[in-house]
T-cell receptor, first 109, second 115 residues
C-alpha cells in the first residue's frame, strides 16, 4: 500500500462547479497534513495546511479525518485559474514529507 | 517571501558526466531537501540535510551525493550521469520553527536531460 494515495484524475469540471478531492494515508502516527498546488512545469506551492478541526481559505476547504485516515480538499465556484495538479502531502513523525502523485484538475470554460 | 533558487532551469548532459545542481535559500532555513519528480511517480526524496555539513539519505540516494558547506546552499551531485537520471529536480527548504511547521518551499526546478 502506498503511503499516500490520490486519484490521479483528471477531473474535468465546468467553471463554477464544486469539486472535491480525497487522499488517504497509511501511517496513523502522521502529524501534519498539507495540500500543495503544482501548475504545469512549475514547482509545487503550498495551498493550505490541514488541521483536525478543518480549515477554510476563501473558496477552498480542507478537512482531516484521522479515524479513517483521509484528507479532503473542496473547491467551490471553480475558476479557470484553478486548473492544476493538487498534491496531498503528509508528514509521518520523521520530518520528511510524503507526497502523493497528485490529482489533475481541468476547469473548462 | 521565502526564495529558493536553483542554478539552472534546463540542463543537457552526456552519459558519464559529473553534474552539479545548486540550490540557495535566503530565509535562514535549517532544513534543505532534494527531490526528483517523474510522471506517475510523484516527488521522491533523494537526500536531505538538517544542518550545515549534515546529510541523510532519502528514498532514492543511489547515484547521487550532496554537499552542504553553508547553511543557505545545498548541492546535489550526480557522480556519473546516466540516462535514467533524466528528470525534474526540485530543491526545497523548511524551518524547524516554521508556521506551520514542516512547510516546505520549493525552487523552480531543474529539468535535466542526460543523453
Amino acid at each position: 500500500r502506498k503511503e499516500v494515495e490520490q486519484d490521479p484524475g483528471p477531473f474535468n469540471v465546468p467553471e463554477g462547479a464544486t469539486v472535491a478531492f480525497n487522499c488517504t494515508y497509511s501511517n496513523s502516527a502522521s502529524q501534519s497534513f498539507f495540500w500543495y498546488r503544482q501548475d504545469c512545469r512549475k514547482e509545487p506551492k503550498l495551498l493550505m495546511s490541514v488541521y483536525s478541526s478543518g480549515n477554510e481559505d476563501g473558496r477552498f476547504t480542507a478537512q482531516l479525518n484521522r479515524a479513517s485516515q483521509y484528507i479532503s480538499l473542496l473547491i467551490r465556484d471553480s475558476k479557470l485559474s484553478d486548473s492544476a495538479t493538487y498534491l496531498c502531502v503528509v508528514n509521518p513523525p520523521t520530518n520528511k514529507l510524503i507526497f502523493g502523485t497528485g490529482t489533475l484538475l481541468a476547469v473548462q470554460p | 517571501d521565502v526564495k529558493v533558487t536553483q542554478s539552472s532551469r534546463y540542463l543537457v548532459k552526456r552519459t558519464g558526466e559529473k553534474v552539479f545542481l545548486e540550490c540557495v535559500q535566503d530565509m535562514d532555513h535549517e532544513n534543505m531537501f532534494w527531490y526528483r519528480q517523474d510522471p506517475g511517480l510523484g516527488l521522491r526524496l533523494i537526500y536531505f540535510s538538517y544542518d550545515v555539513k549534515m546529510k541523510e539519505k532519502g528514498d532514492i540516494p543511489e547515484g547521487y551525493s550532496v554537499s552542504r558547506e553553508k547553511k543557505e546552499r545545498f548541492s546535489l551531485i550526480l557522480e556519473s550521469a546516466s540516462t535514467n537520471q533524466t528528470s525534474m529536480y526540485l530543491c526545497a527548504s523548511s524551518s524547524r520553527s516554521g508556521r506551520p511547521p514542516d512547510t516546505q518551499y520549493f525552487g523552480p526546478g531543474t529539468r535535466l536531460t542526460v543523453l
